[in-house]
């Protein structure tokens, strides 16, 4: 690493310091705890200088590189926060509903925490939709109308509104691979 670069490095340690640390005291109560993580955050972001790995934006990198090391965190000390599904369907609406797939945000604060980062998630890929594709997926899968209704409201065929749910829930899926994968790994 030339002169140079370090300056640059110390630098924008400086600058982000007290902000990462801000954002990882909201998130973890024990100080010893935030200090290990911000150093694991600072040493990724010297090891992509030394490799010289191209960071556009230190400061955006480096909160996504702290909200990473936060999940890991959480995830190594975990002890089952997440709500047990209902085991018999309630009411006439068998279908599983989403709240009951996430943490409950009342199992202490890594669920709640856990259940924040996912929400942010589904609510990320959701707005990704195309208009079209997320009024169908949400009327349907969020207010649990159906396909019947919709196609009587918007004078679109079924088939039309079952084909764009179907693209929907694909890039749903497709995006939320990789958080399905983090918690299959547990």
Do not use: C
């Not at 990320?124 to 919709?150: C, I, K, M, T």
């Amino acid at each position: 690493m030339k002169a140079g670069e370090g300056r640059r490095l110390s630098r924008d340690i400086e600058r982000e310091r007290p902000r990462l640390r801000s954002f990882l005291r909201r998130r973890i109560d024990n100080d010893a705890d935030v200090e290990d993580i911000l150093q694991d955050v600072f040493f990724e972001l010297f090891e992509a200088y030394r490799l010289m790995q191209p960071i556009e934006n230190v400061g955006a990198w480096l909160f996504r590189v702290a909200r990473n090391r936060t999940v890991d965190f959480f995830r190594r000390k975990r002890r089952g926060p997440f709500a047990e599904p209902p085991r018999e369907p309630e009411g006439e609406d068998d279908r599983l509903r989403i709240e009951e797939l996430l943490p409950s945000p009342e199992a202490g604060p890594e669920a709640a925490y856990l259940y924040s980062v996912l929400v942010d998630e589904f609510n990320a890929a959701l707005a990704a939709l195309p208009a079209a594709q997320r009024d169908v997926f949400v009327a349907h899968e969020l207010e649990g109308r159906s396909f019947r209704d919709l196609a009587a409201e918007t004078g679109l065929g079924v088939n039309t509104l079952l084909s764009r749910k179907h693209y929907a829930v694909r890039s749903l899926r497709d995006r939320l691979q990789s958080i399905h994968d983090e918690f299959d790994d547990l």
